[in-house]
């Protein structure tokens, strides 16, 4: 079985907003960034040694700007297909995020102030549609797409052979990334409660790391113990009745 590398592609900042980089058999990127930053993501690919024009796939996370900015111009200048999951598709044809952003805390409720948020990015159809566990064997990689919904309904992430979680928004570093190493939520989720039950799911498949949108690579053991509190703390929102979540 061929290893596959994880690079973290930067797309703003450090580590605000990562892109990743899979090197497997051949090619793949997971996420596309922000709107206008597919050059970017281009240029930091073929600085890794990758002709463009053999990344077999391009894999989208979730629908919110951050992470299928790019998506259309990265197509354009990779060939590559793009793939994303089917119940996303409204935001992947339109641009649009599905608003409001719901916020998971003071961060979220700051963030969607931030009109960057708001803006409309270049519609992309997905060549390739996931309804569920998907083999990424036929584009080299020797790993899966599994849907991992909550923070949208179409999140997914991308888990390989060796154990690397690309985890998209499932979980983020504190502030955006500006704590490294701790695990938080994702200023936004639509729904916090399922998106713990993927967390979960995922965490007990084993993974040696996850690899999130925000922020650097966080240890499973770490993920897991912040996991709990987690449950705690929207079990008291819940007993409470201050739990929100998409009704639709
Ligand atoms: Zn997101
Ligand atoms: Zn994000």
Not at 84 to 90: E, Q, T, V, W, Y
Not at 111 to 137: F, Y
Not at 221 to 247: F, K, M, P, Q, Y
């Amino acid at each position: 079985m061929s290893r596959t590398k994880v690079v973290p592609i930067p797309v703003l900042g450090r580590h605000a907003v990562n892109a990743y980089l899979l090197l497997g058999r051949r090619p793949v990127i997971v996420d596309a960034g922000t709107p206008g930053s597919g050059r970017r993501i281009h240029d930091r690919i073929t600085a890794h040694g990758v002709d463009p024009a053999d990344v077999s796939l391009i894999v989208l996370t979730h629908g919110h700007i951050d992470h299928f900015g790019s998506a259309a111009e990265l197509h354009r200048l990779t060939g590559a297909p793009v793939a994303g999951h089917i119940a996303d598709l409204g935001p992947y044809r339109t641009g649009r995020v599905r608003e409001p952003y719901l916020p998971t805390g003071p961060m979220g409720r700051l963030m969607d102030r931030n009109s960057k948020l708001h803006v409309q990015a270049e519609p992309v159809e997905p060549g390739i549609l996931i309804g569920g566990e998907t083999s990424l064997e036929d584009f080299g990689i020797a790993g899966r797409i599994m849907p991992t919904p909550g923070h949208t309904a179409g999140s997914v992430s991308v888990l390989t052979d060796d154990g690397d979680l690309v985890a998209g928004d499932l979980v983020a570093n504190s502030f955006m990334g500006l704590i490294p190493g701790r695990p938080a939520n994702p200023p936004f989720h639509d729904d916090p409660r399922q998106n713990l039950t993927s967390l979960r799911a995922m965490l007990a498949l084993g993974p040696t790391a996850l690899h999130v949108g925000h922020g650097t690579a966080l240890e499973p053991d770490r993920v897991r113990r912040w996991a709990e509190r987690e449950h705690d703390r929207l079990s008291r929102l819940e007993s409470a009745g201050r739990l929100t979540g998409r009704t639709r």
